[in-house]
Each structure stands twice: as structure tokens, then as C-alpha cells.
């Protein structure tokens, strides 16, 4: 297995250019489930997640072919519909994504149940319960959830719009069920919805394509089911997680990043904590940039749905606060397991204590370079700018965890001036994401 070997400290200073996002490309691939016709993606992140979902993809009879930096995907109706199959589904619980358009399309779907992961159960019954509200007939057996839609004269029926409300915001949930809801025959209104930016960016598409949606990225999204959707072109919003990540390595390290191509809207959670933190923060229409000259104040956070402070950042975030002066209070209320980056940082030096879904810094403290352990993809992020900010090498296992949601960081980090200090220890065994 991969691993990255970091010699801090090390300050991060120069500009990044931001991909793709993981979280909006995800659901983007999904919705070419829902059409005969091309469907073409630009800046698509070179990550293991999105190889995954290709793979995926192309099992359930989508033609994938990629040129010059841009994914053309191409469904054609198939005689019969393959299932998503568990040793997929257990890699990447987003492969569930495929569920909503293929029963709206196809009238049928068999989807492996995805796992827990290490952050939580991330059950899928917010899904389950939208697709029924739209007349699926959803049954679960076998570790399989199969969606059928109700039976009609001429074969199998389609969807009918309904109001249906989300017992809390999920990303995926109102993923599903949006994308499903643009075949159902009449309208539909779905509550309480989630509002991340991935979810304005889906609309988007789904509408180029031919849906009628108003709404989407906010709490309550109207759909007029259509009979077909077309094909169309689009290109992914940038990774508001990837620049944030970035950008608070240039807090932890005492750096100056910009990142460019990004929205600063989409990270305003981030960036007012940052400011608030002692750190200079200046946006312009398309870049972000973050620098930290002098200490750093303790600031709490809670994570939220957006806009609330996003959960995907709350491990990055943590890292930080060991630099603060003072204590401070990390509460995580999205996921139930999202402290695994706590013992790894414990062993840098790091004074943490959790008690539940809170966890209590207390800095500034002189991390130590150690070996450490990946356990999720933003909390193999954390490290990272924690071994940045670390005195001494530290060696960090099963960066395959990252690879699954951010783009080559090692070279990005030699980019923003790390060069001499980070470098990627290559394993045969580890298959890297096709580039
Ligand atoms: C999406 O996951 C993201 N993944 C996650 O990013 C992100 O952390 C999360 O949204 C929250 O913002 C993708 O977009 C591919 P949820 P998702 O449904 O859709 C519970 C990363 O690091 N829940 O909003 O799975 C669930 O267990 C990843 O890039 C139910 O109980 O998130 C969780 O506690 C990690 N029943 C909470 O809701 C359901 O039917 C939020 O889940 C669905 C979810």
C-alpha cells in the first residue's frame, strides 16, 4: 500500500488550481442512467471514487469513453438490466446513486445495500422512503435493495410525482430521488431537502438535459416530470472540500495558498471561521486566498448541513486548532464516528480530548512527525497537514483513503512549496486511478 513520507515543518505558499468535485461528479455519472443519449462531462477529478463509478458504469452497459479532458457516457437501453454488484457498492456507497435513475428509466433496479464505513452506518432509508413515495415498489433481500415501478398495460409503469419530505437534509437522499423524480409522470415536491452546492450543480445538468426543477440547492425543490430527458454537456463545479483543505494548510503552516477556479460562496463557512481564527482571507471572483503571519485564536465549530461549517472539513479543521492558542470545541453532529483522526493526531503529540460527538483542543502544541494511519479520506487529509506542520518525519499508511478524493495531493503539495518535504512511497499492490 502507498504511503506518503512528510519532513516538517513545512510552509505551504504558492497557488493550486482546484478540481472537479468528487461530490458533484458522483451524482453527475448517475444521471447519464437517465438518458439514451451522450451525456458529456468536463473537469471530472482523476480520483480512485470516480474510477470506481466509471467501473460501475460500464458493468450496467454504459459506454464510457474519455478525450482530451473530457468523460463522454453514453446508456443505450440494454435487454436486460445487470445489478450494481456488493464488491463495488462496498467500495463506494455513492455507487446507491444509481438506484433513482435506473428505476425511473428503466423501471427496475437492483442495487447492492451499501455497507457502514468508518464514519458511520450511513443507512440509505431517506432514499428507500422518497422512491416509494414516487409508487416504487422497494424490497430488500439478500443485501440487495431491488426498485421496481408499479406494472402497467404496456410493461413497467413509471414514477408518479408526489410531496414527499426528507426526515432530515441528506446529500444522497435528495440526489436519488431529484434525479428520479425528472421521469416521473407529473410533479413532484420534495421537503426539507439537502442544500449542499453539488446539489445546485446536479440541477443544473438535470435541466441542461432537458428537466424541469426549480429549486434545486435549497430546501425545497419542485420537479414537472418529463416523458425523456436529452443529452448535454457539462462541466463539474469546482471541489469546495478540496480548496478548503488547502487553504487551511496554508493556516496550519503559517503559508499564503490561492486557490483558483473556485467559489468562494460555496466555502463562506470555512473562510469567516478562518478569518475569525487570525488568518487573512481574500477572494476575488474565481479565487480564494488564505495566509497566516501571526498565532492563531481558538474558535469552536458545529458541523452542520450546508451552509452550515461542512462535516467534510471538521477533520482538517481539527488538525488546526492544535496550532490555536487555547481550547477549543469541535462538535460533530452529521456522522456518529468522525473522530478516527483523533488517536492518529494523539500520536503527534496532539492534546484532544472526545467526549461523544465532541471533541476539546487544546494548543498551540509542537507536533511530532510519527508514523500514523489513514482511516477515511478526510481524515488521511488531516494528517497530512498535521505532519506538515510537524517537526520531524512522519510516515502516513494507506493514502488510498486519499486517493479516493483528491487528485495527486503529494504533487499539488510540491506545487505549493513542499517539494523537499513530501514524497509518495509507491507499493506494487496499489491499482492507482487511471489519470
Ligand atoms: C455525502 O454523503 C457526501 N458524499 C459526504 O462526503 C458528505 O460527508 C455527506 O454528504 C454530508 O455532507 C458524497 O456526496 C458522495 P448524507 P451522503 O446522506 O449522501 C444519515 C466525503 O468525504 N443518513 O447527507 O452519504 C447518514 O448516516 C464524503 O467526500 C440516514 O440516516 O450523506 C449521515 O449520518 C464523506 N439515512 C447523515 O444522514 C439516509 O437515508 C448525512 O448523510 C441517508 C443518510
Known amino acids: 500500500m502507498d504511503k506518503l513520507r512528510i519532513q516538517g515543518p513545512c510552509r505551504l505558499e504558492g497557488t493550486t488550481v482546484v478540481a472537479g468535485a468528487k461530490n458533484a461528479a458522483l451524482p453527475a455519472l448517475a444521471a447519464c442512467l437517465l438518458t439514451e443519449a451522450t451525456v458529456t462531462l468536463t473537469r471530472v477529478p482523476a480520483v480512485r471514487d470516480l474510477w470506481t463509478m466509471r467501473k460501475l458504469l460500464e458493468h450496467l452497459g454504459v459506454n464510457c469513453s474519455s478525450s482530451s479532458g473530457a468523460l463522454e457516457l453514453r446508456h443505450i437501453t440494454p435487454s436486460e438490466i445487470d445489478d450494481a454488484p456488493y464488491d463495488l457498492v462496498k467500495t463506494m456507497r455513492a455507487s446507491v446513486l444509481v438506484l433513482g435513475p435506473l428505476v425511473a428509466r428503466l423501471g427496475h433496479a437492483r442495487v447492492s445495500l451499501p455497507g457502514g464505513c468508518a464514519i458511520g452506518v450511513r443507512p440509505i432509508d431517506q ?65 426539507n431537502c439537502a442544500c449542499e452546492p453539488e446539489i445546485r450543480d446536479l440541477g443544473l445538468l438535470l435541466t441542461k438535459m432537458g428537466a424541469r426543477i426549480s429549486g434545486a440547492g435549497t430546501a425545497t425543490i419542485e420537479i414537472e416530470g418529463v416523458d425523456s430527458l436529452s443529452g448535454a454537456e457539462h462541466s463539474i463545479l469546482p471541489d469546495r472540500i478540496e480548496a478548503g483543505t488547502y487553504l487551511i494548510g496554508a493556516a496550519m503552516t503559517a503559508g499564503r495558498v490561492t486557490a483558483t477556479d473556485t467559489v468562494a460562496a460555496d466555502l463562506a463557512p470555512l473562510l469567516e471561521q478562518l478569518a475569525e481564527c487570525g488568518c487573512a482571507v481574500d477572494c476575488s471572483a474565481s479565487t480564494i486566498t488564505v495566509e497566516r503571519s501571526g498565532g492563531l485564536q481558538p474558535r469552536n465549530i458545529v458541523t452542520a448541513p450546508h451552509p452550515g461549517f461542512p462535516t467534510d472539513l471538521q477533520a482538517q479543521y481539527l488538525a488546526l486548532m492544535t496550532q490555536a492558542a487555547g481550547t477549543s470545541a469541535v462538535c460533530e453532529t452529521v456522522f456518529e464516528n468522525r473522530f478516527q483522526h483523533v488517536p492518529e493526531l494523539r500520536r503527534m503529540g496532539a492534546e484532544i480530548e472526545v467526549a461523544g460527538n465532541l471533541a476539546r483542543v487544546t494548543g498551540p502544541t509542537q507536533l511530532t512527525g510519527a508514523r500514523v494511519m489513514a482511516t477515511d479520506l478526510r481524515a488521511s487529509a488531516c494528517l497530512v497537514l498535521a505532519a506538515l506542520a510537524a517537526h520531524g518525519e512522519s510516515i502516513i499508511d494507506r493514502i488510498y483513503h486519499l486517493d479516493r478524493g483528491y487528485e495527486s495531493m503529494e504533487l499539488k503539495l510540491q506545487q505549493l512549496g513542499a517539494a523537499s518535504c513530501v514524497e509518495r512511497i509507491e507499493s506494487f499492490q496499489d491499482e492507482r486511478p487511471k489519470q
Open 127 to 191: 432514499h428507500l422512503a422518497g422512491l416509494e413515495a414516487l409508487g416504487a415498489d422497494v424490497t430488500l433481500e439478500h443485501g440487495y435493495v431491488t426498485a421496481r415501478t408499479p406494472p402497467s398495460a404496456s410493461g413497467a409503469g413509471r414514477l408518479r410525482g408526489a410531496r414527499f419530505r426528507f426526515s432530515f437534509p441528506t446529500v444522497g437522499g435528495t440526489e436519488n430521488v431529484l434525479m428520479a423524480a425528472t421521469l416521473a409522470r407529473g410533479t413532484t415536491v420534495l421537503e
